[in-house]
C-alpha cells in the first residue's frame, strides 16, 4: 500500500456510478467531438477543423510527442506510460472527452494504454524514436529519444497540447517509482490488474497539482527504497 505524505482525492460518484463498477459508461463528449467505431476496434474523432485520427495514432502521435519533449536521461516506459495516462485524464477531467479514445487497462505499475509495448515498438521501427536500453544495478533501463518531430497540431488541438504541454512539465523530474505510485489513486485500487481503467470516472476527480507532484518527486527521492521486485512480485 502506499504511504505517500498527502492524502488521495476520493472518487466522486454520478448518476452513471453510484457504486465503483468496472464497465464504464457513456462518455459526455462535446458536440464539437464526434466518436466513430470502425469496426476493427478503432475509433475516430473527427473534431472541428481536424482530420479524423484513429485512437492508435493518437496514442503513438501522443508517446513520440512525449519523446520529443522529455530529454532521454529523464525518460523511461514507466513514465512514458504514465505521462499518456496523466494527460488522458486531465483532458477528462478538463474537457469532458478523451485525448486518445484508447483503452487503458490497470497494471501493476499504474494504468497503461492497451498495446502500448506494440505501438512503441511501431515507433521505433518506423524511426521516429529510439529506444535505448542501459543497465543500471543489474536491472535493463529503457530510455527514448525522438528521432523525427511529430506534427502534433495537426492531430491535438491548442487546448489538449497545453494539458499534455503541462502534465510533461508537471513529472519531467518524477521518478519511475514517483509517478508509478502518483498514478495508484482510489479507481486504481478497486480494480484487478488487466481490468479496464473506467475513464467516465476522471470526469469527476482532479489530477494530482504541482504542489502534490513536488511532493512526491521530494518523497521518492529522500524515502523510496524498495526495489521493483518488492514493488511488484
Known sequence: RSSLPFARANVRSNQNYPILGKQPGPYNRPAASKLVNTGIDC???RAEGKMAHSSKEKSKALMQYICQKI???YSGRI???KICWFSEIETMYKTGHPLTGNTYIRQCFGPV???AHLMREELVREGKIQEITNDESGRKIYRYK???E???EKIFS???ISIIDGQIRKYLYIDAHGI???SHDSIWASLEDSDEMPLDLYQFQPVYSNEQAASVKKYSEEKWQEDYANVCP
Do not use: C, H, W
Request: glycine fraction near 4%; aromatic fraction near 8%; charged fraction near 25%.
Open 43 to 45: 475509433y475516430l474523432f
Open 71 to 73: 530529454p532521454a536521461e
Open 79 to 81: 513514465k512514458l506510460n
Open 113 to 115: 494504454v492497451l498495446n
Open 146 to 148: 525522438a528521432l523525427q
Open 150 to 152: 511529430v506534427e502534433i
Open 158 to 160: 491548442g487546448e489538449e
Open 180 to 182: 508509478s505510485d502518483l
